[in-house]
């Protein structure tokens, strides 16, 4: 009814438009006039619409006749997937019956493929890693592609293959016993490239100039260790590589480069010492300061005791050493008592004491000092451990190795310097007395020998 009432509002208000733009054109004078030209515009408007329903007919018929055209086509397609499904089924027994007859044909040739394709993919990751790739390359590239063809496509492997890899592991074997030279490019200390002769100790080490070297499978390159071991094994290479035949001692390593490789991560001496910290540093100072004046204090004692040494053989008093000084007491008071003379030379014999034993105190405290430094150090050091456990937690122990490290260097360090100190004192010491003891038999013999003169 809605629908209805808006029609035929739409239609009246078209018509009003229509009168409208007609009246406009042309003014009826009358009734008649009106209705006259109301028929005129009906029967135009009957005629537009006998013509839309024929076209609208015509247009029927097209689309009926797509319409068909579509149904053959559809009917056609359902036939020939129909065909096709049927085909599919066929050949589909027919491969699982070229398969099973493959199968039984192949036999024990099955096992043998899989083994080839397992030793092939075993293979390549082995010779990916081999020090022998870095003079013979390609090797396990090829062994990878053949291990992946014969396992994604069913492929089977022909008799060049399986000959190839029986090759490439015998080369390997054979490689592995060889003291081989060739020339490639090394990566040198400070990142540039530089061809040299290289020297391949089977598939144990690589050297150049001496140094060991390092390979990496997955660029393909060689690169000098950034932290060669000591020089007795660097020496073993470079004389290895400079000999032309007959044996050579060589310091070989039989993980291929395993050990070699941690070499870059074990701190060195000097890394260790900074690992103290600021108590390390504080420790080797005083340590330091100890031995520079236990070098000075024993100069100065070996050399004084050279000086009383001549003045025992000498009857003249000199000034130049502490025996002479002693001795010359006895010339400035010829003529008083033993008793007296026995004071001032025990006077002498103190004035010289200082001179004798200085700084041996000293040395004495810093071999004390020391291992408490190092204690201290050692304190540090774990309160620092602690302080990384309760942010970080236990999960990762290298966050802890710091202050482990600094605990023990400390402690370490301390006793470094506490040991040789001991040592130092004990000998100056001993030195010291002695020289004080030969001031007072000196002085023992003039007190005598003045007694007997007043007796």
Known sequence: MNFLKKFTKQAIFATTIALSATAQAEEPLDLDSLLKTLEQGQVAQTAQNKQREAEFRAKQDQQVQMLNALTTKRNNELARSERLETTFEENEIKLANLGDTLSKRMGTLKELFGVLQQVAGDSSSKFATSLVSAEIKGRDDYMSELAKKMGSSSRLASIEDIEQVWFEMQREMTEQGKVTRFNTEVIVDGGSKVNKEVLRVGAFNLIADGKYLTYNNDTETLAELTRQPSSRFTATAADLQNSKSGFTDFALDPTGGSILGLLVQAPSTEEQVHQGGAVGYVI????????????????????????????????VAREDNPLGRVMKVKDQYPDVAYDTLELKLSEAILREMPKITRNLTLIKIISVVAPLLGLLGTVTGMINTFQAITLFGTGDPKLMAGGISQALVTTVLGLVVAIPTVFLYTLLNTRSRNLLLILQEQSA??????SEKGA
């Open 445 to 450: 013999g003039i007190i005598a020998e003045r």
């Open 284 to 315: 080797l100072g005083v340590g330091l300061l100890a031995l520079l004046i236990a070098i000075e204090r024993f100069i100065s004692l070996m050399l004084m005791g050279a000086k009383i040494n001549r003045q025992l053989k000498d009857s």
